[in-house]
């Protein structure tokens, strides 16, 4: 019996708001494997004995990424972590969006403004500031230029926080085409979803936020399909994802543009896709039995 930990975190003293987890857990005990809910910080869980250590939900990553990263490099010496340790080092820290624009992976455009950095910010147009190591949308935020000294107070307290910011245009077409998410699993595409925008007009940006709104089911296009499989080729050690998650938005041109490459805990949102469930469970076990010579 293959030996699986789905890895999340200790929400206390909230409740778990991973809706994919009990479904997967099920899921698996069914085809047979022994599937554990753990918490990647837990110190009691020995994860040699696992085949296989399944990121999944480790939603205070974001605030405490040197940790979560230091973890992932443990775990992944002991055992077969998904994704692997490079690619969750990686993909962390969100300055891998430049590096995809600079080999051709048609992005959103992106400054980086690290802790020191003047407040060069647009005039001209409407923009967003974020952290380079964000979830959730925490720490994000939309500007008009006559908000200057909103936005150069929330870069300051990004700075004083240790946060290097990005600085990209406000693509408007989300407002009316949205965001759109195409999961990949085991090598393929899965699924794909579509979710509205997320940041309001003059909100702040340490406000709560609504992480997917609007969420539904999506055709991918061949034009959203080409360019996220442009930006999964670019992935440094690309033949170690297991999964990965491309969201992508429409530039100015109306081409699809990437806006996150989600390779470390993406929602699967398996509650709008339930015939994916099966496909997930064999790429699962799949790749389990892939690390059982090692435990
Ligand atoms: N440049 C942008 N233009 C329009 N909306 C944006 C932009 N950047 C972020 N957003 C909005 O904020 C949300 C969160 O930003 P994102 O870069 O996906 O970070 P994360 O999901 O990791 O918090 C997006 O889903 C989108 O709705
Ligand atoms: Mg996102």
Known sequence: MPRIALVTYDPLPEPSH???LPVLRE???AAGAGADVVHWDDDTVDWAAYDLALIRSTWDYSWRTAEFVAWAERCGKVTRLANPAAIV??????????????VGVPVVS????????????PDEHEYVIKPTSGAGARYAARYTPDRHEAAVR???????????????PYVRSI????????????GRLLHASRKQAVLAPGAAFDAQKVAHPGLEPWTATEAELAVAERALAA????HGLLYARVDLVDGEDGEPRVMELELVEPNLFLFLHPG????????VLAEAELGRGRS
């Open 235 to 238: 992935v440094p050690d690309a």
């Open 175 to 186: 407002d009316t085409r949205g965001e759109r998410a195409l999961q990949f699993f085991g």
């Open 154 to 168: 929330h870069l300051a307290r990004m700075h004083d926080e240790g946060f290097t910011a990005m600085v990209q």
């Open 27 to 29: 899921a698996l005990a």
């Open 276 to 283: 994916s469930v099966e496909r997930v469970v064999a790429a």
């Open 110 to 121: 992106t400054r980086y403004l690290p802790p020191g950095a003047a407040p060069d910010l």
């Open 89 to 102: 080092r990686w993909n962390t820290d969100k300055r891998y969006l430049g590096e995809l624009g600079e």
């Open 18 to 20: 991973d809706r994919d």
